[in-house]
């Protein structure tokens, strides 16, 4: 059993929604029916269009726990996310969502994990599927995480290797573990590379009791990935030449995104090498057949990309080059199974570098 959090103990939960009018009041309700009552409650408006600031207010004005945040345009996901993170200044610091709901112990019950391990970085809990007023499921036992090894390489390597549903990053963090991780990159899997880092700077720990409530469930792998774009948090179509096209291997851009992170994590460089070597190996031996399966598709949308690339201006085809020799490289490095140099060299070829001019 957990132990109970010390008193005077506070956790600052930033909640965020976007057009959220239908749902978020239950949302807020279940924070405000919390068992542990020290907390803050930020509500963030990423730039509603419905009568979600009118909700929001009415929480505000009837609970002095509760302070207003309110975005000028919508942000998206992965910004939102971000600012869960900043809000307020207690050791602790919970983000939530706006459609999801927990349970009237979730925050006791965490931070009574986190307060008798003083190595965890986070702790989350089991979770539950619910649809209208009735639980369609639960999530299997596998899909909480359980980081706890001394090494931090091999925490990190857990998290690769098991993470598969976001019950697992919907829980309470600590806030010093936090400031240690980088800014979100807006990619696909940033949810995955969030916590593979974290993993880093401490341990994740979970309550096995379905703590956490996920509205509707999960979307599609590519819906996911459509959305981790910049061109997504702009309100811009992905059919686009200066759109990135990374979104089109979701799954490989998220095992590259790990490679990423490990080449700029606080690790010596040796260390920070074999975390890229292992996460490389980790993906391929969870995903292989789907990764294979993306850069096969990426192969065969490339002739109609590179029509696209021959008649664009300099610019544009300069711009359109960077972003899809990114694709390709991600592709080459994480499957090289699939031959993709042929389309890398007419990209190449089609792209006469630009002149930049020499200093007087």
């Known amino acids: 059993m957990p132990s109970l959090p010390e008193p005077n103990v506070s956790v600052d939960v930033n909640l965020f929604v976007y057009n959220g009018a239908a ?17 803050t409650l930020t509500l963030i408006d990423d730039g509603s269009t419905d009568g979600t600031a009118e909700v ?20 998206g996901a992965i910004a939102n996310f971000q600012r869960g993170f900043w809000f307020g200044d207690a050791d602790y610091v ?23 391990h003083p190595d965890a970085a986070m702790c989350h809990a089991a979770g539950l ?10 999530y299997p036992p596998e899909h909480c995480l359980s980081a706890v090894d001394a090494d931090p390489l091999a925490r990190a390597r857990h998290v690769m290797a098991r993470y598969t549903s976001s019950p697992a990053f919907w829980g309470i963090y600590r806030r010093a573990a936090v400031d240690r ?29 379905p703590l956490y409530w996920r509205r509707d469930g999960g979307k599609s792998v590519l819906q996911l990935a459509r959305a981790a774009t910049e061109q997504a948090r702009a309100g811009l179509p992905l059919d686009d030449t ?36 292992d996460a490389r190996e980790i993906f391929r031996a969870r995903w292989l057949a789907w990764l294979i399966q993306e850069a096969e598709a990426l192969q ?46 007419e990209i190449a070829a089609l792209c006469q570098p630009t002149t930049l001019p020499t200093a007087a």
């Open 181 to 209: 991780l980088s800014p979100i990159r807006t990619r696909a899997g940033w949810d995955h590379v969030l916590l593979a880092e974290l993993a880093l700077a401490g341990e994740i720990r979970h309550v096995p009791r």
């Open 56 to 75: 929001l207010a009415g929480y505000a004005a009837r609970d002095p726990r509760i302070r207003l945040k309110h975005n000028r345009c919508n942000g």
């Open 242 to 277: 200066l759109a990135e096209q990374r979104w089109r291997t979701p799954l490989i851009t998220t095992a590259y995104a790990h490679l990423e992170m490990a080449a700029a994590t606080r690790l010596p460089h040796a260390d920070r090498l074999r975390l890229m070597t």
């Open 129 to 138: 599927v619910f649809r209208g007023d009735a639980v369609a499921g639960g």
């Open 300 to 345: 065969q949308a490339m002739p109609a990309l590179l029509a696209e690339l021959r008649h664009a201006s300099p610019l544009e085809a300069s711009w359109m080059q960077r972003s899809l020799t990114e694709a390709l490289h991600g592709a080459a490095t994480i499957v090289p199974e699939v031959p993709i140099s042929a389309a890398a060299a």
């Open 94 to 116: 919970m983000p939530k969502s706006g459609d999801d709901m927990i349970a009237p112990d979730f925050i006791e019950s965490l931070m009574g994990v986190l307060q008798a």
């Open 23 to 39: 749902t978020v009041g239950a949302a807020i309700e279940s924070v405000l029916a919390q068992t542990l009552s020290s907390f």
